[in-house]
């Protein structure tokens, strides 16, 4: 855990990289993943850097196997994943892959054109033969109208048909005809133009096609029409065909009489089992391609994102053209060097150079990145810290304190047996099978973030658990595992009559025999209190809420001032350690002070009330609120009021008001002076001093009102964790009466069926409003109180995170969008 | 602003996400210092590298080497018919009208490109790629078989959202390049118009932004049809019939414009505006100078820009249109200069502030 305390101690070193061996070492570091390279040429163009044509044709790698993925989807041929990650290839090893890359991509389009050339005949001579099938019933239509010419003479014209009326004035074959497929929502548009454009003068039937075709280019599923134009004359002609071709509508030819039709789809139907014959075989050669990709293209594609991450990386570097060396400024951690050295002469080895790449350390001024070393175990609670604001370099790092210190706050507000229990069981199942979940990543953001804080989920859980049999509460029941300390027989005259009689009785603590000191077997024969947590008792006690507010209430007001009180000591860590003494005495030690005289005070007459008061005395017992407010109008507490805790109080809190006040000023003084004091060293002129005097002053001012404003505020800030207890309590309470206690209270037959059936009401709201939404809700305030309440004290968090340069990284981010 | 306008008030509701989304996307709009990065480039593949660095992404990135300008033209275009598509598709009522206007005046380029494409007998398929998608609708391709307006109308048009638009330039005589240009600039007037009295209708801060910007648009139309009438053969009576009144020019500027003859006349008519008067200011077709045509476009710029100034309206989505219109523009002006290898006048584009 040592570690964890502060961030890892770093350096700034440069790298003397012969050019032939530098791509070799980069990849080294890139597996290694332990430095983070600097920007050295920051106002060169991104086109204008030495190694961009290397990061172009990687482009064009990447694109090309882009390409081959996106067939290998359209085909559903899953993609072999043996977890292999391979080093990254040399350089030359590029120009094997780019051929490489460069056949499949032309074979593939080889395929592809031959497949959409092929797809479409075959769509064509369907549509054609689906024309044959369709038209057949117009025509049919027309002949019979055609071989009655004489009826059609002599009965009604309006009960006849356009065609009908036209063929029996002329001779049918005048009458021309084209016939084609259509798009199917093209059609009323197309009918509508067609009408319009023609004047009417056209006939149109349609009829849809039950079976929808793929679109040969895009793939996509169309639905299509058969329509047959009947017109007369050349000019009609030319213009229906322009209209059609206006409407992508592909015309085919039809020809009039049947045996014609026939003979013609005939032939279709032999050319459209060549066709599928031709298809499948052109099918089977692009899955034999496509198989070949598909073992590899994973393994390709990290080779290409290693080789394009590396360049990028080298063009960050400095070229020095007259000794051939690239210059390389890193920041790596100060313990790893050996490792980076390590790395180094294996890449200077494997490229065969001769000349050793020199790595060495530079004093900077800058302020180096903040690396925490982290596990799985200690990542989620890092990643909470860190949302906040990155800690300055090795300043003391929160985290390993919020491991502990978070759950317990959450638990505190989110405090129920059973339902910490759930947590518990849930957060247990992500761990135990953490790494098939690892493994198979999924898109749901919200999965892969309750994965990522499983241990923080299982901790909060056990913390829930304990908190929950603190408050003796389990789905807002009580447990009585020990035994009541009370004992309502024990009054007297309380008979079983009296008791059956009387909805609720007053017990007196007061009255012996009642609470504690029964000898009785029955409920506690120890005579002790209950031994720990709340006793049953207060389950049915009309004053709990009452009772337990005003405990929970202090509860809080203490726990707020242990972690404030351990924020300031830790402050008082990064002021020893940064050797900043002057802020120690005249900063740190007034903040304790006063944080102690006031909310360390209150937290004392606490304790000390529950210590010393006890039932017997109980109903003149102080009120510490009163006194406290007293205390800061200068009253002394008094019998009268009900404020004077123990004899020599007023003493006792005249002295603290006394140390409080110096304390105030001491901190404004104090800082000023040291302030001063560091101004006179330096040799800037007295007019600038003095400007920047006036103004130390005034931040300071603000700065010590602004703490103490904040020890009162934060201390009532750490209310919430009563209020949300509180609040959870009743909820479950309320969920309890409500739902499940409906189902119980239901007599006979009914009450097993309606039992059953409510329990899953009872279930769901459970885990949706009580689990998720109150965990989610404890879960915020616990983090406000870490990062505000807690942090303030001793966290200025003014660092930026260190990313080192790293193929893991990078192929993970990638390989998974 | 006096009037209190209930639309306001739900305007978050129905549109506020759009418009969320409209202001983000106009961040993503190249700044001064990404243009000053563009015109170094030497090749293409370096434009693509360094567009890849702004909002443009990876746009480019299935395209195979070598890139060429009309790939880069394409792909633009595509980006911003996608955007749009997708804020049309999720417009509710009035914008969907609006941004439907929007579409408008694609549709009439589309036609009178196809119509004048069809004229000088170009291919059908040829002229289709030329057309911008924005502006596609179903009886499109089809106006190649009208040979007269009527025609045009009474079998293709009726039934298309141009149709109002298009009462005024009915007539019986064959279609001919002169009268092709009337009937672009009677339908763009009318199409104008409608925008106008649309906007000044909705009231409220649309109309504040869009009749601004609608105004100048008419002026602008006036303002060139005017100029390039001249050793033409339409009569100043017919020209006058071109003009969109709802500018800040009608009704009297309109009067003056249509019994101009040369360009120092409308130069002195412009002079009496305070707005126009700067853009006649130094113009000229010396090299170092700019063009009337840029000035205009610079005014539309600043105004467009303004438009995103004032929340609660329908303007921004159309400057939006047009801005990103003129960053393709500028993007492909220095694409083609940098393919040409023609760097002297790579600076001409017109910046976005």
Redesign the interface.
């Known amino acids: 855990m040592g570690h964890l305390f502060r961030s890892e101690e770093m350096c700034l070193t440069q790298l003397y990289l012969q050019s032939e061996a530098a791509f070799a070492c980069v990849s080294e570091l890139g597996e290694l993943g332990l430095a983070q390279f600097r920007d050295l040429n920051p106002n060169v ?4 850097r030495k190694f ?1 044509n290397e990061v ?1 044709r990687c ?2 790698m ?2 090309k196997l ?2 081959l993925e996106r067939e290998l989807k359209k085909d559903n041929i899953p993609v072999d994943d043996d977890g292999d990650v391979p080093f990254a290839p040399l350089p030359r090893e590029m120009i094997d892959l780019e051929g490489k890359f460069e056949k499949l991509e032309k074979d593939m389009k080889e395929v592809n054109s031959n497949e959409e050339t092929l797809k479409r005949n075959f769509l064509e001579l369907t549509e054609l033969r689906y024309i044959l099938r369709k038209t057949q019933s117009f025509f049919e239509e027309a002949a019979m109208f055609h071989e009655q010419p004489e009826y059609g003479h002599g009965g009604d014209e309006s009960t006849q048909s356009l065609l009908g009326s036209e063929a029996s004035r002329g001779p049918f074959t005048k009458l021309g005809f084209v016939t084609g497929v259509i798009l199917r929502e ?1 059609m009323p ?1 197309f009918e ?2 067609l009408w ?2 023609c004047r009417g003068n056209v006939f149109l039937r349609y009829v849809e096609i039950e079976e929808s075709f793929k679109d040969p280019h895009t793939g996509d599923t169309v639905n299509k029409c058969v329509f047959i134009i009947f017109f007369q004359g050349e000019q009609l002609k030319n ?1 229906v065909k ?2 059609c ?4 509508a592909t015309l085919y030819p039809c020809p009039e009489s049947p045996q014609e039709r026939r003979e013609i789809a005939i032939g279709v139907m032999t050319r459209i089992e060549d066709l599928q014959t031709v298809l499948s075989q052109t099918d089977d050669h692009r899955r034999l391609v496509l198989s070949q990709v598909a073992r590899d293209i994973r393994i390709w594609l990290i080779k290409v994102r290693k080789i394009k991450a590396i360049y990028d990386t080298l063009n960050l570097f400095n070229v020095n053209i007259a000794e051939k060396c690239l210059i390389a400024e890193c920041w790596c951690p100060a313990a790893d060097l050996d490792k980076i050295r390590m790395s180094l002469r294996r890449g200077t080895e494997s490229s065969g150079s001769s000349v050793p790449s020199i790595l060495q350390v530079m004093k900077t001024e800058e302020s180096p990145p903040t690396y925490n070393r982290t596990n799985d175990f200690t990542s989620a609670f890092q990643a909470l810290i860190d949302a906040f604001g990155v800690a300055s370099y090795r300043e003391v790092n929160p985290s390993p304190f919020t491991i502990i210190t978070f759950p317990f706050l959450f638990a505190v507000m989110f405090g129920d047996l059973g339902h910490g229990l759930i947590m518990f069981v849930f957060g247990f199942y992500l761990v135990w099978n953490q790494q098939k979940f690892l493994r198979n990543k999924s898109n749901n953001e919200i999965w892969e973030m309750m994965l990522g804080g499983r241990y923080l989920i299982l901790l909060m859980g056990i913390f829930s658990m304990y908190t929950g049999f603190l408050y003796n509460e389990c789905f807002s029941r009580s447990l009585n595992v020990f035994g009541s300390a009370w004992n309502v027989s024990n009054n007297p005259g309380w008979d079983k009559d009296y008791l059956r009689n009387h909805e609720s009785l007053l017990v007196d603590p007061a009255k012996p025999g009642v609470f504690r000191g029964s000898d009785l077997p029955y409920p506690n024969s120890t005579g002790n209190p209950y031994p720990y947590g709340m006793d049953p008792i207060w389950q049915s006690a009309s004053n709990k809420i009452t009772f337990l507010n005003s405990y929970k209430m202090k509860g809080a007001v203490i726990m707020g001032l242990c972690q404030m009180l351990f924020g300031l000591s830790l402050a008082l860590y990064n002021h020893l350690y940064f050797k900043n003494y002057t802020s120690l005495l005249c900063e740190w030690v007034p903040k304790v002070v006063f944080l102690l005289c006031v909310i360390g005070y209150l937290c004392f007459l606490i304790l000390y009330k529950w210590a010393v008061w006890n039932a017997a005395d109980s109903f003149h017992a102080p009120s510490l609120m009163i006194g406290l407010i007293n205390m800061f109008m200068f009253k002394a507490p008094s019998l009268k009021e009900q404020t004077l805790v123990f004899q020599g109080h007023a003493t006792f809190q005249k002295v603290l008001q006394i140390v409080n006040d110096s304390g105030d000023d001491e901190e404004i003084l104090h800082h000023n002076e040291a302030i001063m004091d560091s101004d006179s060293d330096s040799d800037s002129s007295k007019q600038e001093e003095e400007f920047e005097m006036g103004q130390f002053m005034i931040i300071q001012v603000i700065h010590t009102i602004e703490y103490c404003l904040n020890c009162i505020s934060h201390t009532a800030s750490y209310l919430r964790l009563w209020a949300l207890s509180l609040a959870h309590a009743e909820l479950s309470e309320v969920l309890w009466t409500m739902v499940m206690h409906s189902g119980l209270a239901m007599p006979g037959t009914l009450g097993i069926i309606g039992s059953f059936i409510v329990f899953w009401g009872f279930s769901a709201l459970t885990v949706g409003i009580l689990l998720v939404m109150e965990g989610l809700s404890a879960f915020l305030h616990a983090l406000r109180l870490h990062w505000v309440e807690f942090q303030s004290k001793f966290y200025s968090g003014e660092g930026y995170i260190f990313s080192p340069f790293s193929f893991d990284a990078i192929i993970h981010d990638k390989v998974e969008e | 602003m006096g009037s209190f306008d209930l639309s306001e008030i739900f305007y978050n509701v129905d549109s506020g996400y759009l418009e969320g989304l409209i202001r983000g996307f106009k961040n993503g709009i190249l700044r001064q210092e990404d243009y000053r ?1 563009l015109t ?3 090749t293409l ?2 434009l693509k ?2 567009l890849q ?1 702004t909002d443009y992404g990876n746009f480019l ?5 070598p890139l060429t300008v009309s790939v880069i033209d394409d792909k633009l275009r595509e980006k911003l018919v996608a955007e749009f598509e997708y804020i049309r598709n999720h417009s509710y009522k009035e914008l969907g009208v609006f941004l439907d206007f929007i579409k408008y005046s694609y549709m009439i380029d589309n036609i009178i490109l196809l119509i004048t494409g069809t004229l000088h007998q170009r291919q ?1 398929s040829e002229l289709l790629t030329k057309c911008h998608p924005l502006g596609t609708f ?8 009208a040979t007269n307006t009527a ?1 045009l109308y ?3 048009l ?2 298309s959202p141009l149709a109002p638009f298009f009462k005024e330039c009915i007539s019986e005589e064959d279609l001919n390049e002169m009268n092709i240009e009337i009937i672009r600039n009677t339908l763009y007037k009318a199409y104008l118009e409608a925008f106008y009295d649309w906007c000044k209708e909705k009231g409220g801060a649309t109309a504040d932004v869009m009749c601004e910007i609608l105004a100048f648009e008419a002026d602008r139309r006036s303002i060139i049809i005017t100029i390039n009438s001249f050793g033409t053969e339409l009569t100043k009576e017919d020209r006058a019939k071109l003009y969109p009144r709802r500018g800040k020019l009608y009704p009297d500027g309109l009067i003056e414009l249509a019994r101009a003859d040369d360009y120092e006349t409308v130069k002195r008519i412009a002079e009496y505006y305070a707005d126009y008067r700067p853009l006649f200011d130094g113009t000229g077709n010396g090299p170092g100078d700019k063009t009337l045509e840029d000035k205009f476009f610079e005014h539309e710029v600043t105004l467009n820009v303004n438009s995103f100034m004032q929340q609660f309206q329908y303007g921004v989505f159309y400057s939006y249109v047009k801005l990103k219109e003129q960053e393709c523009r500028n993007v492909i002006w220095i694409a083609e200069c940098i393919a040409q290898r023609h760097r002297a006048k790579i600076e001409s584009y017109i910046p976005i502030m």
């Open positions: 163009n991104a086109f204008q961009v172009r482009d064009e990447e694109r882009r390409f093209k548009a509508r133009v319009r454009a213009r322009k209209i071709e206006g409407f992508h | 990065h170094q480039c030497d593949e370096d590298l360094h660095g990135a299935n395209e195979p080497s059908l179903d009886q499109m391709e089809t106006v190649t078989i025609d009474n079998a293709i009726v039934d």
